[in-house]
């Protein structure tokens, strides 16, 4: 079968840092994106990466290594803002059309 | 706001009843989706038009009935629904089906009694 595995909820201190990861096992592979989703709002497109690699935009990394299916999101100067669900999502090329994404980390910030 | 807007933002419906679900987006995109988000699970994929045009139904029981008049609108029609079938209710767009990147709504918070 299809699926992505990431933890279900993770802990930080306002300030550190945090690394999601994600491992996907899926038919086919065309790039692991991830999202934001605060309780009770939409799903918010962070970043993609087609390629091995740390992709950085802001406190945001992402990282890819096709060859483990693996991946992680990295979140840096935690804010209390950064508290939400975190969705890691690859497009599976098979039929074109579908992005599969895992059950997501809910990330709690402590001041 | 995302650019993608769906109404209602809830929904309590029973188990007879007929109702619909719908999503605006004026971002130019010409994809758009349908996705159910339970507790604890995975987005769940039910349905993608391009254009206008079906181009996935991901196996969806036909007590869900998709529309899609224009490529700005999508409508997610219900009848004989069953508890199971509560939970979030999600539409996104993309520029076409194969950009990476999804634009959601904040969804259709569905309960069925």
């Known amino acids: 079968g299809q699926s992505l595995e990431q933890p279900s909820e993770v802990t930080a201190v306002e300030g550190a840092i945090v690394q999601i990861n994600c491992t996907y096992q899926t038919s086919g592979f065309y790039g692991l994106s991830w999202y934001q989703q605060h309780d009770g709002g939409a799903p918010t497109f962070l970043s993609y990466n087609a390629l091995d690699g740390l992709e950085e935009t802001g406190r945001f990394s992402s990282f890819l290594s096709r060859s483990d299916s693996y991946g992680y999101l990295l979140l840096q100067e935690l804010q209390m803002k950064d508290s939400a669900s975190y969705f890691c999502?690859?497009?599976?090329?098979?039929?074109?059309?579908?992005?599969?994404f895992g059950a997501g980390t809910r990330l709690f910030v402590k001041a | 706001e995302t650019g993608v807007t769906q109404t209602p933002r809830h929904l309590v419906m029973g188990m007879t009843n007929k109702k619909s679900l719908k999503c605006e987006q004026h971002l130019g995109h010409n994809a758009m989706y349908w996705y159910k988000q339970s507790a604890k699970k995975p987005l769940e994929l039910m349905f993608v038009y391009s254009l206008e045009e079906r181009v996935e139904n991901n196996s969806v029981p036909s007590r869900f009935s998709p529309e899609c008049p224009n490529s700005s609108h999508l409508f997610l029609h219900l009848h004989t629904l069953q508890p199971e079938d509560s939970a979030l209710y999600l539409c996104?767009?993309?520029?076409?089906?194969?950009?990476?990147?999804?634009?959601f709504g904040s969804g259709t918070r569905l309960t069925v009694v």
């Open positions: 999502a690859v497009r599976d090329e098979t039929g074109g059309f579908k992005t599969i």
């Open positions: 996104a767009s993309s520029p076409g089906t194969g950009s990476y990147g999804y634009t």
